[in-house]
């Protein structure tokens, strides 16, 4: 089984968000080793798709994935 792309990471956290947070460590673990392997620094995630999509969801959401060593920017809405 290959390792998962940073896009099918971020879409098992979207789906993680929606299921109440469900295995949401474990998602970003895996997101974290995406962007490893393709060198890349921060994830973007789609302001639309989370469950909470005001400025403190955000702002929330950017301090718990900082928290485990992911830095979180959103796409342009």
Not at 33 to 43: D, I, P, T, V
Not at 45 to 71: E, H, S
């Amino acid at each position: 089984m290959s390792e998962p792309t940073v896009a099918e990471a971020t879409n098992s956290i979207y789906e993680s968000l929606k299921a109440d947070n469900a295995d949401l460590d474990e998602h970003i673990a895996t997101l974290k080793a995406a962007l490893k392997r393709e060198g890349l620094k921060e994830a973007v995630f789609d302001p639309a798709r989370l469950a909470q999509n005001n400025r403190q969801g955000r702002k929330l959401m950017q301090a718990y994935f900082r928290q485990r060593g992911v830095t979180v920017t959103y796409t342009a809405s």
